[in-house]
């Protein structure tokens, strides 16, 4: 054999290359266009936030407007309410985050590196209230909130999203904790750790983008809950952002650049945290099943 | 330096018995190497001796104390993993010094320490490096290492070389026997590798199924085999095995017949297992006044300066050997040699070596 | 002696990690449900001090509501309907992000593409909402393109707002299916679409042959959750309909709240809640019998 292409061989590369690169930019047309559909709402919120109540409507639509109003952020910015709603968000969120990761890890731990008795039971137990239908818990809950004095609270929300968040988080720390071999714990126990220690020490930092996706997810579950925040508050000053925004409707009615702007500015932290850790939290996500 | 004794360990997992009484004497400075199939135990009563398993009963003792109730860090062991268990986001140096960080130990002891023991293994470029940033030959000995700073009275080493290349695993099979020569600590040290064993050991320990099937010298385990498990375990290509009757000359083995002395209180028609090395079955031209049968060759491996010749008796797959440049024909018979002086024989029902 | 004791703090090892756990999730989902339970078999509770037991008579009224019925339905078809959704749209796009395309290409649509899932439910009905209102902007593609000549009140009519309804929730709710499918994608080994394609199987055949039978698993345990949670939703749909108009999209979760929250009678609102946990623990019980195959 000749180390010369045939002619028809070559005109066969060739096509074949060129096949492919069509095929490439047909896939990459698909992804662009249908990316755009599915983000376009949100461009759209950005974009009525930035115009006139009295362009909301207008037609032709435009997607940038021809002057960027920045009245509805003034106006979100400026009054101490919403303020108020996003310092809340914020306590209750990161507050959630740490007590359910602290708590999450050590229940994973126990579940990743023990065999006991009821250890499936209780396994399953942690899966199960994964699946408890919120709704279902509401009536009681308003009850038990009420008993324990955290009605209209802050820690009557921590509370109870910590209920909510925990299963995540020992489902999803546990499913982490498994992919590190038993061999670490043992080393490190034969160089001296103690059970927690091994946790502590060894574990933790080989679990680190196990812990971000955690912390991540959870604490967009606290941030964007709805139905507890609006049935165990009452005061403006307990309010968070959801329950702000929703609260917003009734108030102002037609005022579509405020509505938008505090809900651009209510889901920048959780979209901000995103981007940041994406790349962790995709991983996360599949670790344990997670809520849509 | 510390003797090690374990009497009459055993190991239960629920109802299943996975040690039955496993007694071993291990003189300081001793390299005890654990060997068998895997499933035999070797690495739970490694992990007893570490602390890392429960003991369902017996005792260990390390130096003169018990250490059946003690936690791994007072035992005075240190242990390399198979899998080298490195703290990934530790560097080496901080992988090295973790267990004397834990003991409180000044930092500039830690820090001479570590230093020298680096020096030993030749890390000390690496000290700053992650271990995803190692070799595999590295990472094995900052795996060492790590075991090395903390000076203990006893290695044990679990499979260290299995996830080696074998090129790899020659050279660092013969750096732990140079470190066990200039430390002089006890070690025991599982393999399910026999070569490893043979090369390393000072005393081997054979097991079986949660039991000690012999333990001895290399030499004594190589050639004066107690049981058929043993006489089958150690060597490579193994032992010939087959099953023969006791002739009044000699044996029966399969319809050649070979003249040989066999052991007192054999009688002819007898039932026996017959054991010889690949070693000691040759070309009969090259062995003249040997017990000679002709055989049916069917294969010839060439493995540079020998062959193994494989052939067939009655119907047993029989290996024996020939040099490298010796020309054999397969698929035709083959007068062969048999060195009957260094055969072994068993009880075909115990398995046992009579003698 | 010492060494009983140790054995003994070594078993105890494991329960001391789980317990502040345990415990929280224990009393706080435990003392709810036997709750709402005991609410269910009373008449009037929360609202007066001492409430009657009337045994299943809550339940009894149910049966016999066609309200009950018809919000069961609007679940039904809401729950079937948006899983539905998640599932073609979540695979779909998993698929095409999977494609052949610069990694660089790939992680930016993929996190793109989750976008919709990370916002609060208040924004993504006040989104739809203005994206679906009379004057809106799907109205005037609509028109434009001549598909409708006159604008459709796509969230006020009854028998639109369903739909609308299905379409929120499944723009809502892709994202999940879509990377649960990714990531199972990449455990798929890659020498079993190498043979494919040396036996000659093209894009169908390989997806047909290869992924999913790989990722059945996957595909029923991420499905079943997704309803399983889609069966309860509670706020996407009280924010984007509010159950309405008049009561075509109400679902059982909507009905509770307003029985509970409008309407004050707890008891009946308690009885929808339990029968919502019934058939969710039903459904959990099919979910945990392909998990503890796992465990």
Redesign the interface.
């Known amino acids: 054999m000749s180390d010369i292409v045939q002619p028809a061989q070559a005109t066969q590369a060739v096509n074949e290359e060129r096949r492919r690169r069509w095929r490439?930019a047909a896939?990459?047309a698909?992804?662009a266009l249908?990316?755009f559909v599915?983000?376009f709402?949100?461009l759209?919120?950005i974009s009525?936030s930035l115009k006139p109540t009295t362009e909301?409507?207008s037609?032709?639509?435009r997607l940038l407007p021809e002057t960027f109003h920045w009245d509805g952020y003034a106006k979100v910015l400026t009054d101490p309410k919403f303020r108020s709603f996003l310092i809340n968000s914020y306590v209750v969120g990161l507050a959630v985050t740490a007590l359910s990761l602290v708590?999450?890890t050590?229940?994973a731990?126990?579940?990743s590196?023990?065999r006991?008795f009821g250890?499936?039971v209780?396994?399953?137990?942690?899966?199960?209230?994964q699946?408890?239908?919120?709704?279902?818990?509401?009536?009681?809950?308003?009850?038990?909130i009420v008993f324990l004095g955290l009605y209209d609270t802050l820690w009557g929300l921590i509370?109870?999203y910590?209920?909510f968040a925990?299963?995540y988080s020992?489902v999803m720390m546990n499913g982490y904790l498994d992919t590190i071999?038993k061999?670490?714990d043992?080393?490190?126990?034969?160089?001296?750790?103690t059970?927690l220690?091994v946790l502590v020490r060894?574990l933790l930092?080989?679990a680190?983008p196990g812990i971000i996706s955690t912390a991540v997810y959870t604490f967009?579950l606290a941030?964007?809950?709805?139905?507890f925040a609006l049935?165990l508050t009452r005061s403006m000053d307990m309010r968070t952002?959801?329950?702000g925004?929703?609260m917003m409707?009734g108030e102002f009615g037609l005022k579509?650049d405020e509505?938008?702007a505090f809900?651009v500015i209510?889901?920048l932290p959780?979209?901000i945290l995103?981007?940041l850790v994406?790349?962790f939290v995709?991983?996360g996500?599949?670790a344990g099943?997670?809520?849509? | 330096m510390s003797r090690i004794e374990i009497r009459n360990l055993v190991k239960m997992y629920g109802a299943h018995q996975a040690l039955h009484g496993i007694d071993i004497s291990i003189q300081p400075g001793e390299f005890c190497v654990l060997v068998g199939p895997s499933g035999c135990g070797k690495s739970t009563t490694l992990?007893m001796v570490?602390?890392?398993e429960t003991i369902s009963g017996g005792e260990i003792a390390i130096g003169e104390r018990v250490v059946n109730g003690l936690?791994?860090?007072e035992r005075g062991?240190?242990?390399v993993?198979?899998?080298?268990?490195?703290?990934?986001?530790?560097t080496v140096y901080n992988n090295m010094a973790?267990?004397l960080q834990?003991?409180r130990m000044p930092k500039p002891e830690i820090d001479r320490r570590v230093r020298e023991v680096a020096d030993i293994l030749e890390l000390t470029p690496l000290l700053e490096r992650k271990p995803g940033a190692l070799s595999g030959g590295q990472r094995q000995r900052v795996a060492m290492g790590?075991a090395i700073v903390r000076d203990p009275e006893v290695f044990l080493f679990d499979e260290p070389l299995s996830n080696l290349d074998a090129k790899l695993r020659g050279q660092m099979r013969a750096e732990i026997k140079r470190l066990h020569q200039r430390l002089q600590n006890t070690i025991i040290y599982v393999t399910h590798d026999q070569v490893e064993a043979m090369t390393l050991a000072d005393r081997i320990v054979i097991m079986r199924d949660g039991k000690i099937e012999q333990q001895g010298t290399p030499d004594a385990i190589f050639h004066d085999p107690d049981t058929v498990f043993v006489a089958g375990f150690m060597g490579s290509p193994p032992m010939n095995l087959v099953d023969c009757m006791v002739t009044p000359t000699g044996l029966k083995l399969g319809d050649s017949e070979i003249a040989c002395a066999t052991p007192d209180g054999l009688r002819a028609g007898a039932r026996v297992i017959c054991g010889i090395r690949p070693d000691d079955i040759r070309p009969a031209a090259d062995q003249p006044g040997r017990a000679t049968a002709t055989v049916p060759v069917d294969l010839i491996e060439q493995l540079g300066t020998e062959k193994l010749v494989h052939f067939r008796a009655g119907q047993h797959s029989m290996i024996g050997k020939t040099g490298g440049r010796v020309d054999l024909a397969e698929g035709a018979p083959h007068p062969l040699a048999f060195d009957m002086a260094h055969a072994y024989f068993f009880d075909p029902d115990t398995e046992r070596r009579i003698r | 002696m010492t060494t009983m004791l140790r054995q003994m703090t070594t078993?105890g090892?494991?329960?001391?990690?789980?317990l502040?756990?345990?415990v929280?999730?224990g009393a706080?989902?435990s003392?709810?449900?036997?709750?709402?339970v005991e609410?269910s078999l009373y008449d009037n509770v929360?609202v007066e001090r001492n409430p009657t037991f009337v045994g299943l008579a809550n339940y009894t009224n149910l049966m016999t509501d066609p309200g009950y019925w018809s919000a069961g339905f609007n679940t039904v078809v809401f729950t079937v309907g948006s899983v539905l959704g998640?599932m073609i749209v979540g695979i779909g796009?998993a698929l095409?992000?999977n494609?052949?395309?610069a990694p660089r290409?790939r992680?930016f649509?993929?996190?793109?593409?989750?976008?919709?899932?990370?916002?609060?439910?208040?924004?993504?009905a006040?989104?739809?909402q203005?994206?679906l209102?009379p004057?809106?902007?799907i109205n005037?593609m609509l028109q434009w393109m001549g598909l409708t000549s006159e604008p459709l009140d796509w969230l006020g009519d009854p028998d639109l707002a369903m739909w609308s309804l299905l379409l929120i929730s499944t723009?809502r709710?892709y994202?999940?299916?879509m990377?649960?499918f990714?990531?199972?994608l990449q455990t798929v080994p890659r020498e079993l679409y190498e043979a494919a394609e040396i036996d000659g199987a093209g894009f169908w055949h390989k997806f047909w042959h290869v992924t999913l039978p790989q990722l059945k698993p996957v595909i029923f345990?991420?499905a079943l959750?997704?309803l399983?949670?889609?069966?309860?939703l509670?706020?996407l749909v009280w924010?984007s309909t509010g159950g309405g108009p008049g009561r075509a999209t109400e679902v059982?979760?909507t009905l509770?709240?307003r029985l509970?929250?409008v309407d004050f009678q707890?008891s009946q609102?308690?009885t929808v809640?339990?029968s919502?946990?019934i058939i969710?623990?039903a459904?959990?019980l099919l979910?945990?019998r392909n998990?503890?195959r796992r465990?």
């Not at chain 1, 941030?223 to 139905?227: D, G």
Request: net charge positive.
């Open positions: 490439q896939i990459y698909a992804l249908v990316t599915m983000v709402p949100i759209w919120m009525v909301t409507f037609l032709p639509p708590i999450g050590l229940a731990f126990g579940f590196r023990y006991f250890d499936r209780a396994k399953l137990f942690v899966i199960t209230t699946m408890v239908p919120t709704i279902t818990l509401l009536i009681p809950y308003f009850g038990v509370l109870t910590l209920t925990l299963p020992i071999p061999d670490f043992e080393a490190a126990t034969i160089d001296g750790c059970p220690g060894v930092p080989v680190l967009l941030w964007n809950e709805f139905l049935a952002v959801p329950v925004i929703s409707v579509w509505m938008m809900s209510g889901s959780v979209l995103f981007m994406q790349r995709v991983g996500l599949s099943g997670v809520k849509g | 992990r570490a602390g890392l936690r791994p860090k062991i240190a242990m993993f198979q899998n080298y268990a490195l703290y990934p986001a530790k973790f267990s834990l003991s790590r | 078993r090892t494991p329960y001391l990690f789980l502040p756990g345990l929280i999730l706080l989902l003392v709810p449900l036997y709750k709402v609410y929360i998640h796009l095409l992000v494609a052949d395309i290409a992680t649509f993929r996190s793109m593409l989750i976008l919709p899932w990370i916002f609060t439910a208040v924004v993504v006040l989104n739809w203005l994206l209102n004057f809106g902007l005037y723009w709710g994202p999940f299916i990377v649960s990714l990531s199972g345990g991420v959750l997704d399983i949670w889609t069966f309860q509670f706020p924010l059982l979760s509770t709240f509970a929250f707890f609102a308690a809640a339990v919502i946990l969710s623990a459904f959990t979910y945990l998990e503890a465990l």
